[in-house]
């Protein structure tokens, strides 16, 4: 971990502000973004047994691959939790995320990412933690953070009775870009995801997939830093999705850096840099794709670690069919 | 099967009184008017009873087919929200005739058919003259009430199932209320006709035709009996009973047949262009108005609330007016009537955008941006409308020296309204219908705080404008300069209103986006 060092400087933004002295320093402790993709078990988290063995994983993974070179961090998440009640929906969570990588979140259903992804992007205010995007902070400082970051958010609604050519121009110019620019910008995406022919029509009119695709373009159009994208492929068709990934891949090719969900592990295996694997709203492994998966599959390594499949016993009634 | 059924259509029932107080209000109203309807037409029958069977049988079947017709009418145009759609039991595997069979029997259950099942039994004793009449009558009476039912459910379904595009479903209460008004002048024709003199020839010439529809025909038998003409009866009767079949053989083959048909497809429209948006300077404030305009207009929401702005002053007009009040003094009341209920309507405009509005979040958009631009369509409508319409009132009130104060106040009504409705939609959202959803249905969450929000933004908008108000009342009686006190409060008042409205409003949205983003989500 002789890297530590420079792990702190990449906090340094480019843009103008300084960043925020509070936690970049105080919480700079032991494990804190020793290598900047791996989980760090925050003080207050509970010390289980997997987690150990988690990051025995990592660390031995780490010493088969060549260890990587130091990039910058371009979003941090620190000590995030979230609780609903009674239930811990985020617990304790932290993250470091390079310039210029995709990285893959991956989760089963009720894990926390969605919770995880909507404090990121200043749609859900957190309990505790912070998160830093390319050093602001989005709960301090939302005016910076936020032009940062483009958000594709699952499961809310878009303005609908807008056409689609509509609420690219009205994305754009909430954030601040002019006329011109939108109009440009709108005609470039709306060739690249393919919605030509969509952009006069109303997006309550459009199938779950050119929904999706539109709300992405929506997320692009400010050309933001870091890209904050839940479930982006769930119901795309494998051509869009072909499209969508060629144009992330470009876009962390040229420095832009990618969150995003999914379900589908081939996928994230296939186009991630790194990934993490979140269980009960705490991360369980987290570094490059070849650390975390190890010799198998993406898919193999989270089946393990999100507790293994329970058979199903019990259920001899539903093999005698009624009629 | 129907034991089931109708259990849960009264526990559907039940639950509808767990809802908001004033929707328990709402249907405490509607059963006092059914069941008063229902008292007024049994005495009416009775009453019958004892007029000559000529007389007795043009107005029973008359209104008798008028009922009816309401029955297959109402449905149609106001896309009753149909709890016991037959969609909803596709996929539990009963067969279709069982199926129609137990909804048929459950739609007994309700208010209207509660009612028509009181008047029908109740046309019985009106031909309780000789046995014949007795025996159709009740033979009627069922036939009368498995009439409505059915036609009640064959156009409901009709209208779930063939209007149940988004569009139909927003345009058919509008169209709907166009129809009504385009009625009017038949009402007024009606209300011509000289009743003492042609009122039976025209009933008994109505009932004469009404008799021989399906609509009438039940109806009637009974009275053709009692005028002794078994044979016209008998028929009149099987006409009844055929149309009851005929309506049960559509009401089976509308259940089997949505019970395998997906969902009719919307024809998709398609729009040239930006629109508004092109109009609107290409800032935050300007995108969110362009936004706001359209969806005033594209948004069958916001048209009712287009539709109340105008027709809810008349409504206080002609109360008033009833109550006595001089004409000219009530045109006085329209304009700022209808700026209070415009600067109303905006108050739960977060609300409205359900969870679309993680855009505003996401983007950082300047709190006074988004309250400002969501007033704009109201700002639209309402300063042409007390430019244009503070004139013409003036001029109909008959004395020139009331218009500076009816322009003040119409606009303080206007500006503070506004301004109060922005800091309330930001502080006190509540649920509201949701995008593309009819806007007759009623969110199902409505909690007890939403009829308190209602009547605070209101009241509050009023109380806000009473110093002008009073000016302007002491104008009306002592004219002169009071007049032009109540211009200059009005502006100042509504202006400082509007401006620290919006001001309040943008804090509190930004400070509180997520829990406003939490709320839609609730909702």
């Not at chain 1, 940062?148 to 609420?167: E, I, S």
């Not at chain 1, 050309?223 to 144009?247: C, G, H, M």
């Not at chain 2, 069979?101 to 000789?130: H, N, Y």
């Not at chain 2, 053709?224 to 009844?240: H, M, N, Q, S, T």
Request: glycine share 10%; hydrophobic share 50%; charged share 15%.
């Amino acid at each position: 971990m002789t890297d530590a060092a420079e792990a702190e400087q990449p906090e340094k933004p480019a843009a103008s502000k300084p960043a925020p002295r509070t936690r970049a320093a105080s919480t700079s402790t032991a494990a804190t973004s020793g290598k900047p993709m791996v989980a760090e078990p925050s003080p207050a988290a509970p010390k289980t047994p997997r987690k150990s063995a988690v990051r025995k994983k990592s660390t031995t993974s780490a010493g088969i691959a060549k260890p990587p070179a130091p990039r910058e961090v371009v979003l941090v998440l620190r000590d995030l939790s979230k609780r609903f009640g009674e239930t811990v929906a985020v617990d304790h969570m932290s993250l470091s995320v390079p310039v210029g990588s995709i990285f893959g979140i991956v989760g089963p259903n009720g894990a926390g990412k969605t919770t995880t992804l909507s404090m990121a992007t200043g749609l859900l205010r957190p309990d505790g933690g912070s998160i830093v995007v390319h050093g602001a902070d989005v709960w301090k400082d939302p005016v910076v953070a936020k032009r940062n970051m483009g958000v594709l958010p699952d499961r809310l609604r878009l303005f609908d009775r807008l056409t689609g050519g509509q609420l690219l121009y009205y994305a754009g110019t909430l954030r601040g870009l002019d006329a011109a620019t939108v109009r440009r910008r709108s005609a470039d995406l709306a060739s690249a995801f393919g919605l030509e022919d969509a952009l006069n029509r109303l997006v309550a009119d459009y199938s779950a997939g050119m929904t999706k695709k539109v709300a992405l373009a929506c997320a692009m159009i400010h050309s933001p830093r870091v890209l904050i994208l839940d479930e982006p492929f769930e119901s795309v068709d494998p051509v869009s999705a072909a499209n969508i990934i060629e144009i992330l891949q470009n876009y962390a090719g040229a420095g832009g850096t990618v969150v995003l969900s999914s379900h589908s592990m081939d996928l994230i295996q296939r186009i991630c840099d790194f990934v993490a694997i979140v269980v009960s709203g705490s991360i369980l492994a987290s570094g490059t794709m070849d650390e975390v998966r190890g010799v198998g599959s993406l898919e193999e390594k989270f089946v393990e670690l999100a507790g293994g499949r329970r058979t199903a016993e019990g259920m001899e009634w539903l093999h005698s069919f009624s009629d | 099967m129907v034991a089931q059924f109708l259990r849960l259509k009264l526990r559907l029932l039940a639950n509808t009184f767990r809802r908001s107080p004033i929707q328990i209000v709402g249907i405490a109203i509607g059963l006092f008017y059914g069941l008063g309807a229902a008292i007024v037409a049994v005495a009416g029958l009775i009453a019958l009873r004892f007029v000559d069977t000529a007389l007795a049988g043009s107005i029973t079947v008359t209104l008798g087919a008028l009922i009816v017709l309401g029955f297959l009418l109402v449905p149609l145009a106001f896309g009753v929200d149909d709890t016991l759609d037959p969609r909803a039991f596709s996929l539990f595997g009963i067969s279709t005739t069982r199926l129609a069979t137990a909804l048929a029997v459950t739609a007994l259950i309700g208010v209207p058919a509660l009612v028509v099942a009181i008047i029908a039994v109740a046309q019985v004793v009106t031909w309780s003259r000789d046995p014949l009449a007795v025996v159709l009558a009740v033979i009627g009476a069922v036939v009368i009430v498995a009439t409505c039912v059915l036609s009640a459910r064959v156009t409901t379904s009709i209208a779930a199932f063939l209007l149940a595009t988004r569009r139909a479903r927003e345009i058919t209460g509008l169209v709907a209320l166009l129809i009504i008004v385009s009625l009017s002048p038949f009402a007024a024709i009606l209300a011509t006709v000289n009743w003492g003199r042609d009122g039976l020839r025209l009933l008994s010439s109505v009932a004469g035709v009404a008799g021989w529809t399906p609509l009438g025909a039940a109806w009637s038998a009974p009275a053709e009996a009692a005028a002794g003409a078994p044979g016209l009866a008998i028929l009149k009767a099987l006409i009844g009973i055929a149309f009851v079949l005929l309506l049960w053989v559509a009401w089976r083959g509308l259940v089997g047949w949505m019970l395998v048909t997906p969902q009719r497809e919307a024809r998709r429209r398609s729009y040239e262009g930006l629109g508004w948006f092109r109009l609107m300077p290409d800032t935050p404030a300007g995108a969110v108005a362009a936004r706001s305009i359209t969806y005033w207009l594209r948004d069958a929401r916001y048209h009712t609330s287009l539709v109340a702005v105008p027709v809810a002053p008349l409504i206080f007009v002609v109360a008033l007016a009833v109550a006595g009040v001089p004409w000219n003094i009530l045109a006085l009341i329209p304009v700022p009537a209808m700026c209070l209920f415009l600067s109303w309507s905006a108050h739960n405009d977060v609300a409205y955008d359900n969870s679309a509005v993680w855009l505003h979040i996401a983007s950082n958009t300047d709190g006074r941006a988004d309250r400002f631009g969501r007033l704009v369509p109201a700002l639209i409508i309402g300063v042409p409308l007390v430019i244009v319409g503070a004139p013409i009132c003036a001029g109909l009130f008959g004395d020139w020296a009331v218009l500076p104060s009816l322009i003040g106040v119409s606009f303080c009504l206007l500006f503070a309204g506004l301004g109060l409705s922005s800091v309330i939609s930001a502080r006190f959202p509540y649920p509201a219908v949701r995008p593309g959803d009819s806007p007759f249905a009623q969110p199902q969450a409505s909690g007890t705080a939403s009829g308190l929000i209602q009547s605070l933004s209101f009241f509050a908008a009023i109380v806000i404008a009473l110093p002008p108000f009073g000016l302007a009342a002491l104008g009306l009686a002592f004219g002169g300069g009071w007049n032009f006190g109540a211009l200059l409060l009005g502006l100042v008042l509504g202006g400082a209103g509007l401006y620290f409205g919006v001001l309040w409003g943008g804090a509190i949205f930004t400070r509180r986006a997520p829990e406003l983003l939490a709320f839609t989500l609730r909702n």
